[in-house]
């Protein structure tokens, strides 16, 4: 039997950011191994038209929960969505509710967070430190609450190269930042956040070390951990390979190389690629909350959820596994052939932006107008240069983080905990990992049907043909040019015809002679 299963049945756990990557993956394990769970509390806000309870609705009847209805048939009676809004000052949380959080919840997961990396500060403020300081502040006002688990990110010090499983002070204590985020208007905040930031490369990375000062600052008696994922990917084993469903980290990146919009990045091949699989991250998330309530470590103990350390994978080992994939797996309806050019050169990056980016999406608006359609493709890849000016940072460095706790924690466990809450990333084969990644993204992220492979494979020979063809139309009109301006041009031209004249000569001479 597994301990930390049978320390979730009968709980009453809250999670924010429930509907998130993550969040959801998380729900999908408790339930599935612990099905005895008293309550799941998820606070949420309604979305794109989308009440609270039409959001689980649908979160419950993916794909992903198809197994925890089996094992557990009354979950949607386990789940209270309970309304909050984390960028409000209150949670705007009714009186009832916060009063059955407050006296019900046992442990507390907190994953919600805003994970972009061009948001403005009071945005990423309000989101990673204001709202972790406000649920930390209802956390303590929890009498039967047995551990507080903190989900950061691996990079909230990207700007160390060696990370240890501490918490790094910010130079400007986060009080003073929330203060400042309330009197200060957007103009002066815009002018002063490259200051505040200082070598990080965003606000995101800068909030998330806030936050965890936030943690460090707030947790009075509180049984608190910090858990730091590198780059989250889809699933590894459970609960079934490749699940993914946003674009965040490498997936936009992969939808955008297969369907051939990406032809070159910016990145250093022999760079560690620390992508650590969601479900990794889960099982530890789920070790970690059971270690904390039980065993009570003095201090907060921050964990390292990432890969480099025990199975490391660079970005060019994942290019090539990633094309391989395409060429068995390939999307529908590519715009072009599927392409990798890993570059670290800034000259080589703006001519393949150039050569490889910009101008085949102008050819194409120039086609899309000509047959009277709107043009899109010069606007879309605009928006794919910019995202891979802001993940060009996390491409071209590599970070070494300790994983002392991870490893203290991983020993802790009993064998049958190992199985069922396996963190132990030495297992994972990168092959075979990226390839159900892609295939992954083909299916939950694309929703294509996989019956139109051999379609996707004629459509792929055709954009080859297509391509030599353009290719050789594109040599012959600039040789042309040149015949026409250079005389050594003209000469060598001559010479060639001359030479291939001569050789047929030759050949039929010797065919007739034989003959
Ligand atoms: C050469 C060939 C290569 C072949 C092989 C290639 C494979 C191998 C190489 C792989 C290298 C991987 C490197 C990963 C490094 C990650 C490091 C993370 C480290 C930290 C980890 C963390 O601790 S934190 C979690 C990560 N946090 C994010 O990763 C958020 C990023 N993101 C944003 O910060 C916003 O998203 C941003 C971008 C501002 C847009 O902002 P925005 O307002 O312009 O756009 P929106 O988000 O509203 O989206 C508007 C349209 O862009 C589309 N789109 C959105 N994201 C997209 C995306 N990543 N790739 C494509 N397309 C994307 C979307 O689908 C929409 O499309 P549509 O309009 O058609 O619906
Ligand atoms: N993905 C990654 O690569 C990594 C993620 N992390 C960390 O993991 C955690 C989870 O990330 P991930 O699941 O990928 O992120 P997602 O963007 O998928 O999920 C974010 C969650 O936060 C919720 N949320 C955002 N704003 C509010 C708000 N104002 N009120 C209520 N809820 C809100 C979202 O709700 P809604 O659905 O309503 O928008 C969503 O459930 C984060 O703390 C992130 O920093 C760390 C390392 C890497």
């Given at each position: 039997m597994s301990m930390i299963a049978a320390f979730y049945g009968g709980k009453s756990i809250l999670i924010t950011g429930a509907t998130g990557f993550l969040g959801k993956v998380l729900m999908e394990k408790l339930f599935r191994t612990s099905?005895?769970?008293?309550v799941i509390y998820i606070l949420m806000r309604p979305k794109a038209g989308q009440t609270l309870q039409q959001r689980v609705f649908q979160i419950l009847n993916s794909k992903l929960f198809e197994k925890v209805k089996e094992v557990c048939p009354n979950v949607h009676e386990k789940i209270r969505a309970i309304y909050a809004d984390l960028n409000h000052s209150d949670f705007a949380i009714s009186k009832e509710d916060m009063q059955e959080l407050l006296s019900c919840t046992n442990i507390v997961f907190h994953c919600a967070a805003t994970v972009r990396f061009d948001d403005p500060l009071r945005r990423a403020v309000q989101l990673n430190v204001t709202a972790t300081q406000q649920l930390l502040l209802m956390a303590s006002q929890m009498p039967k609450l047995e551990a507080f688990i903190h989900i950061s990110t691996a990079f909230s010090n990207c700007n160390l190269k060696h990370i240890d499983e501490v918490i790094y002070p910010c130079p400007v204590e986060p009080k003073k930042i929330i203060q400042s985020m309330e009197w200060l208007d957007d103009s002066i905040i815009d002018e002063i956040t490259p200051k505040l930031i200082g070598d990080r490369p965003n606000t995101y990375t800068y909030t998330k070390a806030l936050g965890e000062m936030v943690v460090q600052q707030e947790s009075g008696n509180l049984n608190i951990a910090i858990i730091r994922p590198s780059i989250v990917g889809a699933t590894?084993?459970?609960?079934?390979?490749?699940w993914v469903d946003n674009l965040n980290g490498p997936s936009g990146l992969i939808i955008a190389a297969g369907k051939g919009f990406l032809r070159a990045i910016k990145a250093t091949p022999m760079a560690v690629a620390d992508v650590i699989p969601v479900d990794t991250v889960v099982n530890l998330t789920l070790a970690v909350g059971w270690y904390t309530a039980v065993h009570r470590p003095k201090s907060t103990l921050v964990y390292h959820c990432t890969s480099g350390n025990f199975n490391p994978c660079n970005w060019g080992k994942m290019g090539i596994q990633v094309l391989a994939t395409f060429e068995k797996i390939p999307f529908e309806r590519a715009f072009r052939r599927p392409y990798a050019d890993f570059t670290s050169n800034n000259f080589m990056t703006q001519y393949w932006n150039a050569v490889s980016h910009r101008a085949p999406a102008i050819i194409y608006d120039f086609y899309l107008r000509l047959t009277g359609r709107k043009p899109r493709m010069t606007k879309l890849m605009n928006r794919l240069l910019k995202t891979l000016s802001l993940l060009e940072y996390f491409i071209n460095r590599s970070w070494e983080w300790s994983t002392y706790n991870t490893e203290m924690l991983m020993s802790e466990l009993s064998p049958e905990d190992q199985r069922v809450f396996n963190f132990d990333v030495r297992q994972l084969n990168w092959l075979e990992y990226i390839e159900n990644y892609v295939l992954g993204i083909k299916k939950y992220?694309?929703?294509?049907?996989?019956?139109?492979i051999p379609e996707a494979k004629q459509h792929l020979k055709r954009l080859r043909n297509i391509h030599y063809l353009f290719n050789t139309a594109l040599l012959l009109i600039a040789w042309r040019l040149l015949i026409a301006r250079s005389q050594m041009a003209r000469n060598v031209w001559f010479f060639i015809v001359s030479f291939c004249y001569k050789l047929l000569s030759y050949f039929r001479a010797s065919s007739t002679l034989k003959v």
């Amino acid at each position: 039997m597994s301990m930390i299963a049978a320390f979730y049945g009968g709980k009453s756990i809250l999670i924010t950011g429930a509907t998130g990557f993550l969040g959801k993956v998380l729900m999908e394990k408790l339930f599935r191994t612990s099905p005895d769970l008293k309550v799941i509390y998820i606070l949420m806000r309604p979305k794109a038209g989308q009440t609270l309870q039409q959001r689980v609705f649908q979160i419950l009847n993916s794909k992903l929960f198809e197994k925890v209805k089996e094992v557990c048939p009354n979950v949607h009676e386990k789940i209270r969505a309970i309304y909050a809004d984390l960028n409000h000052s209150d949670f705007a949380i009714s009186k009832e509710d916060m009063q059955e959080l407050l006296s019900c919840t046992n442990i507390v997961f907190h994953c919600a967070a805003t994970v972009r990396f061009d948001d403005p500060l009071r945005r990423a403020v309000q989101l990673n430190v204001t709202a972790t300081q406000q649920l930390l502040l209802m956390a303590s006002q929890m009498p039967k609450l047995e551990a507080f688990i903190h989900i950061s990110t691996a990079f909230s010090n990207c700007n160390l190269k060696h990370i240890d499983e501490v918490i790094y002070p910010c130079p400007v204590e986060p009080k003073k930042i929330i203060q400042s985020m309330e009197w200060l208007d957007d103009s002066i905040i815009d002018e002063i956040t490259p200051k505040l930031i200082g070598d990080r490369p965003n606000t995101y990375t800068y909030t998330k070390a806030l936050g965890e000062m936030v943690v460090q600052q707030e947790s009075g008696n509180l049984n608190i951990a910090i858990i730091r994922p590198s780059i989250v990917g889809a699933t590894w084993q459970e609960p079934f390979p490749g699940w993914v469903d946003n674009l965040n980290g490498p997936s936009g990146l992969i939808i955008a190389a297969g369907k051939g919009f990406l032809r070159a990045i910016k990145a250093t091949p022999m760079a560690v690629a620390d992508v650590i699989p969601v479900d990794t991250v889960v099982n530890l998330t789920l070790a970690v909350g059971w270690y904390t309530a039980v065993h009570r470590p003095k201090s907060t103990l921050v964990y390292h959820c990432t890969s480099g350390n025990f199975n490391p994978c660079n970005w060019g080992k994942m290019g090539i596994q990633v094309l391989a994939t395409f060429e068995k797996i390939p999307f529908e309806r590519a715009f072009r052939r599927p392409y990798a050019d890993f570059t670290s050169n800034n000259f080589m990056t703006q001519y393949w932006n150039a050569v490889s980016h910009r101008a085949p999406a102008i050819i194409y608006d120039f086609y899309l107008r000509l047959t009277g359609r709107k043009p899109r493709m010069t606007k879309l890849m605009n928006r794919l240069l910019k995202t891979l000016s802001l993940l060009e940072y996390f491409i071209n460095r590599s970070w070494e983080w300790s994983t002392y706790n991870t490893e203290m924690l991983m020993s802790e466990l009993s064998p049958e905990d190992q199985r069922v809450f396996n963190f132990d990333v030495r297992q994972l084969n990168w092959l075979e990992y990226i390839e159900n990644y892609v295939l992954g993204i083909k299916k939950y992220l694309l929703k294509e049907d996989m019956a139109g492979i051999p379609e996707a494979k004629q459509h792929l020979k055709r954009l080859r043909n297509i391509h030599y063809l353009f290719n050789t139309a594109l040599l012959l009109i600039a040789w042309r040019l040149l015949i026409a301006r250079s005389q050594m041009a003209r000469n060598v031209w001559f010479f060639i015809v001359s030479f291939c004249y001569k050789l047929l000569s030759y050949f039929r001479a010797s065919s007739t002679l034989k003959v």
